[in-house]
């Protein structure tokens, strides 16, 4: 296993990601603890040390089900981190009440890492409120030794950065960033990392597959990259593309079955960046990408817990972007659309944005179904 250095610490370049845990009969709330402690098991065996949960993962039940995996392994041999879930306005006021409550879901007394979650456009403001206390309660818990270190993670755009670092970026030792082959210009993943590196901030990756989306390319695309890589799968190579990124120190995974992690471990046993002329080709698979008008869904089910009719809103813009990228002759996606109820199509969203207002991506969520509606319509 890779190891980066962060202050005093080794932290395993690949970091376990608890946000697509292994799940039973298709529920996301209905965590398999089997899988996960046979993967946590084996990910600890292999030299990986970074453990990443939040309050929302998996219904509220991802900090339950890793908490209950590691704590059958020595509190020594593992970095644990979990965030505040400022991504619901309605936790601002909560932060004393959420934090406590962590600590119970993971049966841990304290949080090696803990991150103010997803700044963002739609929560800077009360972020920044001081009348919440988000940031003091948790430095005193940092001094109190209940938090070893603190940062936040970022969906915003950078002027969005900006603010809460001139607010609080002497209190933050790290940032986590969606980065990825495919964001690096296309959310401007790049700047965000200049940004970071002005402050002295490390970088943390979320999303390095965007979703799983780099691990499943087109089969003209992944050929492209085999004849430049024979030997790595189109996985290993969004891993290639962040290990060019010295300031990037934890990679973190939501790995969903035991082949990926197994996979994933694989590839961060040796440092192999891609060269020059392999950027150039994979570029060249990006720009075919993003000639295609797609949703940046990433399957984080925020918006499935805000929806008032229950609709599997990641799902439903997967298939939009089969649809939208494949064109009218597509069958794949009306298909599937054909074994849910009517009650789950895309034309039963009312249009009420609640699902909108907790987006990490900032989709608009409500007209994307709307104009899918429209178009299986035609």
């Not at 001139?166 to 495919?182: D, K, P, R, S, T």
């Not at 064109?327 to 109820?341: E, Q």
């Amino acid at each position: 296993m890779l190891y980066r250095d962060f202050q005093d610490l080794k932290l395993s370049a690949l970091g376990f990601g608890a946000m697509r845990l292994p799940v039973i009969d298709g529920d996301d709330t209905k965590i398999d603890q089997d899988a996960v402690n046979t993967m946590v098991d084996y990910a600890l065996e292999q030299g990986v040390n970074y453990f990443d949960t939040a309050w929302g993962y998996h219904g509220g039940n991802s900090e339950i089900a890793l908490g209950a995996a590691l704590a059958r392994h020595p509190r020594d041999s593992f970095y644990l981190a979990t965030k505040f879930p400022g991504y619901d306005l309605a936790n601002m006021d909560k932060v004393e009440e959420i934090f406590e409550r962590q600590l119970e879901k993971t049966g841990m007394e304290r949080f090696d890492f803990y991150l103010i979650h997803n700044v963002c456009e739609m929560n800077i403001d009360e972020y920044l409120n001081p009348e919440h206390g988000i940031v003091d309660y948790l430095l005193k818990q940092q001094a109190a030794g209940r938090i070893g270190h603190l940062g936040f993670s970022a969906h915003g755009a950078i002027p969005v950065m900006e603010r809460f670092l001139e607010a609080y970026g002497e209190h933050m030792e790290f940032c986590q960033i969606q980065l990825n082959y495919l964001d690096w210009e296309f959310q401007d993943a790049r700047g965000k990392v200049e940004l970071l590196k002005k402050w002295n901030l490390p970088v943390w990756v979320m999303e390095p597959v965007r979703g799983g989306r780099l691990a499943n390319l087109s089969e003209v695309d992944a050929a492209k990259l085999a004849a430049a890589r024979p030997d790595e799968a189109p996985v290993a190579w969004a891993f290639r593309f962040i290990q060019g990124i010295p300031e990037v120190c934890v990679t973190l995974s939501g790995m969903s079955n035991f082949e990926q992690l197994r996979e994933n471990i694989a590839t961060f046993q040796e440092e192999k960046p891609l060269t020059d002329e392999e950027r150039q080709v994979l570029q060249g698979v990006v720009d075919g990408m993003l000639g295609h008008k797609t949703v940046p869904c990433t399957a984080c089910h925020y918006c499935t817990s805000h929806c008032p009719q229950g609709l599997d809103i990641p799902f439903l813009l997967s298939m939009y972007n089969q649809l939208v990228v494949t064109g009218a002759g597509d069958f794949i996606a009306p298909m599937a659309l054909a074994s849910l109820p009517e009650d789950k199509q895309p034309s039963a969203c009312i249009g009420c944005g609640s699902c909108a207002a907790v987006c990490p991506q900032q989709i608009d969520i409500p007209g994307t179904l709307a104009d899918f509606a429209a178009r299986l319509a035609k």
